[in-house]
């Protein structure tokens, strides 16, 4: 059968198509963003002598790691249910049963990114911190977070991506992001090398955006990069504080 030009140009300039897309980028910016926000108390909780707290994070954190990313979705989606009632109502959808599921997944990864990037931060920075009168949260805020963050960047990046792709699990819900778009198109028309196609340059075209973006917020961040003094660079920051 030959590469019907027509029919790859028709869905990949169609509606359906473009809201599969739509969907399957909010979700992964939605999910990962919350990730990000329960990584970075979880790694601070981390750093420290292992005791009970710390022993039933670590547990928690490893399920989540562990247990296959499908597995998690059908468990939110079926088993959530069962356990909590409130999830039986009619707010919760696919969209939010999938981003329950897959937030939960990518904070177990990011915390492992966020706390490696934290503890490669120069142990000297909180000291001259200290000695200028810092507080923890502003040594924390001004100094140790812009450079913990430029370390973070690439491999926070790549696990973005992968959630990206990831997402396409969702479908097994009945989410109806690009892959299950793409999946009952071609079940209806058999026609599978046109919408694969369309479907291949919708995620090209997102994950080749998203590491446009990755470049330039690395250069925009590549100042962490220069190597200073624990003591100038504290100074500068603080510099740049009292101009706020």
């Known amino acids: 059968m030959n590469f019907d030009v027509a029919v790859f140009w028709d869905a990949l300039t169609s509606y359906h198509f473009f809201r599969g897309a739509c969907i399957t980028l909010l979700l992964a910016l939605l999910a990962h963003s919350v990730g990000i926000l329960l990584s970075i108390p979880a790694a601070l909780a981390l750093d420290g002598p292992s005791n009970p707290a710390r022993s039933t994070l670590r547990g928690v954190l490893s399920v989540f790691r562990g247990a296959p990313t499908l597995l998690q979705l059908l468990f939110v989606w079926n088993a959530l249910p069962q356990f909590f009632p409130i999830f039986r109502e009619e ?109 291949l340059v919708y995620y090209l075209a997102m994950v080749y955006s998203l590491t446009w973006l990755q470049g330039g917020l690395e250069r925009r961040l590549s100042w962490d990069a220069v190597a200073v003094a624990p003591a100038s660079l504290v100074q500068r920051t603080l510099a740049r504080m009292r101009r706020i």
């Open 91 to 199: 707010w919760f959808t696919p969209f939010f049963a999938a981003w329950i599921a897959l937030s939960l997944n990518e904070a177990a990864y990011q915390v492992e990114i966020n706390r490696s990037a934290l503890q490669a931060v120069d142990k000297g920075q909180y000291a001259a911190g200290h000695a200028l009168g810092l507080s923890r949260l502003q040594i924390f805020r001004y100094v140790i977070l812009p450079q913990a963050a430029r370390i973070a960047i690439p491999p926070t990046s790549n696990e973005f991506i992968t959630l990206l792709k990831i997402t396409s699990l969702a479908s097994v819900i009945s989410l109806q992001e690009l892959m299950a778009v793409t999946s009952q198109t071609v079940s209806s028309t058999f026609q599978f090398s046109e919408y694969y196609a369309v479907a």
